[in-house]
């Protein structure tokens, strides 16, 4: 174990006992492990203690050359929660907004946006549970409850675009800044879950174990596979703090993170290896359990909380048949790595560049209006050197046949696109569908503080 995971490990100890009672110190808070195959539900979570990683066994590898490379560490995702109240005025504003977002009218569910420092969201149409108003760029999902309600004011998912480029504290004090805009704010964020992740490049076999070599207090532990190529393992999904190690290449091809892929370079990544990701889903009881609440409290002891993860509540071994004794088996070289990540350290390069807009980048654009223009030109029979023209007949074609459709709905052409693009501006945050009447809503606001102002001081 390395000085930085003893000294997160010893603060995290620290912090718990001044938290604990000496009543609560039951038997079943000291730190064993236990020797089943599943262990305990993850509801029966220990203190910041246990026995440390060892290595005394050892270790035979059929290679002689595995090697492991870190390239990021950090928060990928963060939620969090805000008591306060949301204002009257906001209030009757988002409940408009809301309802536009429910029209059977393109033209005015496009308007369903709200500007707020230097954000375009998109209102939902939806809420969720005791949070009736949702708005969403590529920064922020924030929640909203009425005003009069017991739940917090706000519950906001931080995106990892975002951290990747801010970082959790200057995030969290970006959206406390926003969020004072909408109502009064009565306390600092409380952190609901945090997600802590390694991406690393490793010669390890990351299928050369079966689910036996993991040693854990959850109640799950799956393999997957996409294609018939192995993409990794899930331990203890659904519980109050679970892991993940997958495949991140194959996991970007499906959600579209490619903006990932400079920072691993910027790392020493060269292209041409595997990236995977040890992931740990940390939620708030677990958190609240360690005396952690507030994000300057948690992002502290971050350090800690990676060495609980990967030294008491979950290991990786190999496994000894003489030796009934789990948590006395070896610790698996790959683990010896993982565990040790320096969460002192910076944690890898941040991007230079964020927008909050969600559009899709221009590669993928060019892929799929490519991919249309040639299936057009087979279809029609033209052949490979008349590109140009092949073009020019399918935008000529798809000119006509939007332009029916217009008519069909009894509309001018114009105004036809001018919706489906008003709805894209919304849907990818990138601009203000209605900014004459955004205008005068913002002078009316000005305005009606200027008379509280004047009626507030007599004049």
């Known amino acids: 174990m390395s000085k930085y995971q003893q000294s997160g490990r010893d603060g995290l100890n620290e912090l718990q006992t001044q938290n604990q009672t000496a009543a609560s110190r039951s038997p079943a808070r000291t730190g064993q492990r236990s020797d089943r195959a599943d262990g305990d539900r993850e509801a029966a979570e220990p203190a910041f203690k246990g026995a440390p990683l060892s290595n005394t066994a050892p270790y035979n590898s059929n290679s002689g050359k595995e090697w492991f490379k870190p390239l990021r560490w950090g928060v990928d995702s963060l939620y969090l929660s805000y008591p306060g109240e949301l204002s009257r005025e906001v209030d009757n504003r988002l409940k408009e907004l809301k309802q536009l977002a429910q029209s059977k009218t393109p033209g005015e569910v496009a308007k369903a946006q709200l500007p707020l420092a230097g954000h375009i969201f998109e ?52 959206l406390y800044a926003l969020l004072s805009e909408l109502g009064e704010l009565k306390e600092s964020a409380n952190v609901s879950r945090i997600d802590l992740f390694a991406d690393f490049q490793s010669s390890f076999d990351m299928e050369g174990w079966d689910r ?33 190690l997958y495949n991140k290449l194959l996991e970007i091809v499906v959600s579209g993170k490619e903006w990932i892929i400079p920072l691993w370079q910027k790392a020493g990544w060269d292209g041409s290896g595997l990236v995977w990701r040890q992931e740990f889903e940390i939620k708030r009881d677990v958190l609240t359990q360690k005396g952690l609440s507030k994000l300057p409290e948690v992002m502290k002891h971050l350090d800690g909380l990676w060495s609980y993860a990967t030294t008491e509540w979950l290991r990786l071994t190999l496994p000894n048949a003489d030796d009934k004794t789990r948590s006395r088996w070896q610790i698996h070289p790959l683990w010896l790595f993982v565990s040790s990540i320096d969460w002192e350290g910076t944690g890898g390069p941040l991007a230079k560049r964020f927008t909050p807009a969600r559009s899709p980048n221009d590669d993928k654009l060019f892929q799929i209006g490519y991919s249309a223009i040639l299936s057009y030109m087979a279809k029609h029979g033209f052949p490979a050197s008349e590109l140009y023209e092949g073009c020019e007949d399918f935008l ?20 036809f696109i001018a919706e489906k693009l008003a709805l894209k501006h919304r849907q990818y945050n990138t601009g203000i569908n209605d900014p004459e009447q955004e205008a005068k809503r913002q002078a009316k606001e000005v305005e009606d503080q200027a008379k509280a102002y004047r009626k507030a001081s007599g004049g």
């Open 123 to 174: 209102v939902k149409e939806k809420g969720a549970s005791l949070f009736p108003y949702i708005l969403e760029d590529g920064a922020f999902r924030i929640q909203l409850s009425r005003p009069g309600h017991k739940a917090p004011m706000a519950y906001v998912k931080v995106s990892a675009k975002f951290l990747a480029h801010a970082g959790p504290v200057e995030a969290e004090r970006q």
């Open 212 to 244: 036996h070599a993991w040693v854990t207090r959850a109640s799950s532990i799956n393999a997957y596979a996409v294609s018939g190529q192995f993409s990794g393992w899930s331990v203890g999904l659904g519980g109050v703090i679970s892991a993940r």
């Open 396 to 415: 000529a074609s798809a000119y006509a046949y939007h332009e029916q459709k217009a008519f069909d709905l009894g509309l001018p052409f114009e105004d």
